[in-house]
């Protein structure tokens, strides 16, 4: 058989879920990738402007990265993990808590660099193999570390796509119609400036989202709960960023009432959000426990769960993640933070972003469809409109924009509660030139997009 684009979309049909989506008309069939570009079966190339929905952190098929994957496949590709009660490493100098069935080399030496650069310290660090189950292993902490049950978390908010995920998710279109959800989670006012759920403007309202989390609490809980669990930029949601004070404000009335602060850096960790490792360093403030994925690995599955020492003491209930820790996965992330480190990506994730900005700031003033330019790095959006004045949401624009980038040769991402986002978060190893190419084919496709 011939594996055309054609004879893969229509045998997805016939053989997997409905629900395994695929962006544009006809889905793009990927087969090979390398750096900044993506090559379709017909052998057409594409920038990729997306990365993988931030996953790809330095670049398709980084050498280095692919290099220390295929040693260590050569070297041990598995073996048992079972988190359990009592650690079997402990680090001199950093305090380290892994526990397996058997110890290997690069489990230790990950937690290790992590801990080094860890946004709250001494902390133990916990594997998996997605953003789901970092966030699942965060929260069963949070409730065994304060006693408690309640969970506050964001509306717009998305946390994967297990049953905790689903029960706090703020997204509508991923909340199935029929499901069990978890009890006593509680959805809070998001940070979301431009839908101000109410009705107020910054910085003249004081940030009042941040002080609802009082009332809330005090009228919707018992008073006290585990934790209050949110993404430092709402990915999904559409990289809604929250004031520069809002985490400030939140967390002494978190802390007021005996709960931990779980910071989500599933999308915005490993210097996405520029010039820092860690989003909420962007924001003055630590997290209690931290979770993360994604670009950890550049590709490779891996969940992280970072919590501070005295929280992952609290870590004795038996736990077994039979892929968790994975050699593999271990190998490509020390790697991939290596890469970080040595060309200096994180600095070139803040210059960049800068670039990418400005020009999405400058479509803002030609194109009345663009309601709002927001994000932090290499993480921005464009939310569209049918009308500033009343900020309709236009999700049939954006899935036209969508088309017109991919005629183009332009990868990007679409997302948003009303799936009215462009979503754009290249690679961390972009460059200006291609910036600026980038920039050039969105004009063109925000030109036939938006035409009336």
């Not at 709402?234 to 520069?244: E, N």
């Not at 003033?365 to 709002?372: A, K, Q, T, Y």
Request: net charge neutral; proline share 5%.
């Amino acid at each position: 058989m011939e594996w055309t684009a054609e004879t893969v979309r229509r045998k997805q049909k016939e053989l997997l879920f409905p629900n395994v989506s695929t962006y544009y008309q006809d889905a793009l069939v990927v087969d090979s990738a390398k750096g900044m570009f993506v090559r379709d079966v017909d052998g057409r190339e594409y920038l990729d402007f997306f990365a993988g929905i931030l996953t790809v952190s330095v670049g398709h098929c980084h050498p280095r990265v692919t290099q220390a994957a295929i040693e260590q496949q050569k070297k041990l590709v598995h073996v048992s993990t079972l988190y359990s009660t009592v650690p079997q490493v402990q680090l001199a100098k950093k305090l380290v808590h892994v526990s397996t069935l058997y110890s290997t080399v690069p489990q230790v030496q990950l937690a290790e660099k992590l801990v080094q650069i860890g946004p709250m310290k001494p902390a133990k660090a916990f594997f998996s193999n997605s953003g789901t189950e970092a966030n699942d292993t965060a929260v069963t902490l949070a409730k065994e570390a304060t006693g408690r049950t309640e969970l506050v978390v964001l509306r717009h908010n998305y946390g994967g796509r297990g049953t905790l995920a689903l029960s706090t998710m703020g997204v509508k279109q991923y909340r199935p119609r029929v499901q069990s959800e978890i009890s006593g989670i509680r959805f809070a006012h998001a940070p979301y400036c431009y839908r101000c759920d109410l009705d107020l403007k910054y910085p003249d309202c004081g940030v009042a989202c941040a002080k609802d989390l009082k009332p809330l609490i005090e009228t919707t809980t018992h008073g006290e709960i585990a934790a209050f669990m949110a993404e430092t930029i709402m990915g999904v949601g559409g990289f809604i960023v929250p004031p520069k004070e809002y985490f400030q404000i939140a967390l002494p009335i978190v802390k007021a009432a005996g709960g931990l602060f779980i910071a989500d850096e599933v999308q915005t960790a490993w210097g996405r959000t520029g010039g820092k490792w860690w989003g909420i360093e962007q924001f003055g403030v630590e997290p209690d426990i931290l979770t993360s994925a994604k670009g950890m690995a550049n590709g490779q599955p891996i969940g992280l769960t970072l919590a501070r020492s005295e929280i992952a003491e609290h870590a004795r209930f038996a736990q077994i993640s039979t892929f968790g820790g994975s050699p593999v996965s271990m190998a490509a992330s020390l790697a991939t933070i290596g890469v970080i480190e040595e060309e200096k990506l994180l600095f070139n994730s803040q210059m960049m972003g800068q670039a990418l900005r400005e020009g999405l700031e400058g479509f803002k003033e030609r194109f009345p469809g663009i309601g709002d330019v927001r994000g932090m790095g290499l993480m921005q959006a464009i939310e569209l409109v049918k009308d500033r004045g009343t900020k309709e949401p236009d999700p049939q624009a954006a899935s036209r924009l969508l088309e017109a980038t991919r005629n183009r040769g332009l990868l990007v991402g679409k997302g948003g509660t009303y799936g009215n986002a462009l979503r754009i978060a290249p690679p961390m190893v972009v460059t200006r030139g291609q910036v600026d190419d980038a920039l050039r084919i969105l004009g063109e496709a925000l030109a036939e997009a938006l035409r009336r």
